[in-house]
């Protein structure tokens, strides 16, 4: 079956690796779509999924890396009632993550995203409502340098700024979706991570949780009033304390 490359960007310096890892692939895609500066996400992917010509697509964000495998590998899984195909990334900040996601196109132009603070899990969740499915999917065994559910890689800038305005949208999300188990996993895996800008993500994502969102609002990152706030506490906190090496990447934004 034909697959369609989708990849979002705003510009990110990140993006033309996004598409070369999509050139990579063992099963190339038939084509790449990019979607450039479309925001919030539900009307980007919208908009691409109107430019799809093939009876599946995957999506590539700017900030991924799809190892070589991926859509061969995703391909492999390809069944008459399962609708999306999910795989693993790994993010340096949080270990394992989800997900690059395959699409079988006729589904989602059913539906459609829609304007939701998580339009992925809206999505799926319609899509079980009328009778198809999703799975993981996974390698039979490890390769290039990962668990044999992880596909790829998630690399994004991690600045001061987009750590805390992301994660300050994930605990957002976290409380839509209403699962208390999502909260605390990730809560422990920033609490473990060495990834100098934990401790920005742990504050974020608290935040967000008493944050009271439906809509999708994604679009590019910039300096809140929330932010703000953070950057003057941490610059008056004692020069001993870790939060004040971290003052030192906050005044580069």
Same mark, same amino acid.
Request: hydrophobic share 35%.
């Given at each position: 079956?034909?697959?369609?490359?989708?990849?979002?960007?705003? =510009?990110? !310096?990140?993006?033309?690796?996004? #598409?070369?890892?999509?050139?990579?692939?063992?099963?190339?895609?038939?084509?790449? *779509?990019? $979607?450039?500066? *479309?925001?919030?996400?539900?009307?980007?992917?919208?908009?691409?999924?109107?430019? +799809?010509?093939?009876?599946?697509? &995957?999506?590539?964000?700017?900030?991924?890396?799809?190892?070589?495998?991926? $859509?061969?590998?995703?391909? !492999?899984? &390809?069944?008459?009632?399962?609708?999306?195909? #999910?795989?693993?990334?790994?993010?340096?900040?949080?270990?394992? $993550?989800?997900?690059? !996601?395959?699409?079988?196109?006729?589904?989602?132009?059913?539906?459609?995203?829609?304007?939701? #603070?998580?339009?992925?899990?809206?999505? &799926?969740?319609?899509?079980?409502? #009328?009778?198809?499915?999703?799975?993981? *999917? %996974?390698?039979?065994?490890?390769?290039?340098?990962?668990?044999?559910?992880?596909?790829?890689?998630?690399?994004?800038?991690?600045?001061?700024?987009?750590?805390?305005? %992301?994660?300050?949208?994930?605990?957002?999300? $976290?409380?839509?979706?209403?699962?208390?188990?999502?909260?605390?996993?990730?809560?422990? %895996?920033?609490?473990?991570?060495?990834?100098?800008?934990?401790? +920005?993500?742990? &504050? =974020?994502?608290?935040?967000?949780?008493?944050?009271?969102?439906?809509?999708?609002?994604?679009?590019?990152?910039?300096?809140?009033?929330?932010? %703000?706030?953070?950057?003057?506490?941490?610059?008056?906190?004692?020069?001993?304390?870790?939060?004040?090496?971290?003052?030192?990447?906050?005044?580069?934004?």
């Amino acid at each position: 079956m034909d697959v369609t490359g989708l990849v979002l960007s705003i =510009g990110e !310096k990140t993006t033309q690796r996004a #598409i070369q890892s999509l050139e990579r692939q063992t099963t190339p895609p038939k084509e790449i *779509v990019l $979607i450039e500066n *479309v925001f919030p996400f539900h009307k980007a992917m919208n908009e691409g999924v109107s430019r +799809i010509n093939t009876p599946f697509f &995957i999506q590539c964000d700017a900030d991924m890396v799809l190892d070589p495998d991926c $859509i061969e590998t995703m391909q !492999k899984f &390809i069944k008459e009632d399962i609708a999306v195909y #999910i795989g693993y990334l790994s993010d340096g900040l949080l270990g394992k $993550i989800q997900a690059v !996601k395959m699409f079988r196109t006729e589904c989602v132009r059913k539906v459609g995203f829609s304007n939701s #603070i998580s339009p992925d899990t809206v999505l &799926i969740n319609r899509l079980c409502e #009328i009778g198809w499915n999703y799975v993981f *999917v %996974k390698r039979n065994e490890s390769k290039y340098g990962h668990f044999p559910e992880v596909l790829g890689s998630h690399k994004p800038e991690y600045t001061p700024i987009y750590t805390f305005e %992301k994660f300050k949208l994930e605990g957002s999300r $976290i409380r839509y979706r209403g699962v208390f188990q999502e909260f605390v996993a990730c809560l422990t %895996k920033l609490k473990n991570s060495k990834h100098p800008m934990a401790m +920005i993500a742990l &504050i =974020g994502l608290c935040h967000g949780l008493f944050l009271e969102e439906s809509k999708d609002n994604l679009r590019p990152y910039s300096q809140s009033r929330d932010f %703000k706030l953070l950057k003057t506490f941490m610059t008056h906190t004692n020069k001993e304390n870790m939060a004040f090496a971290i003052t030192k990447d906050l005044d580069k934004n």
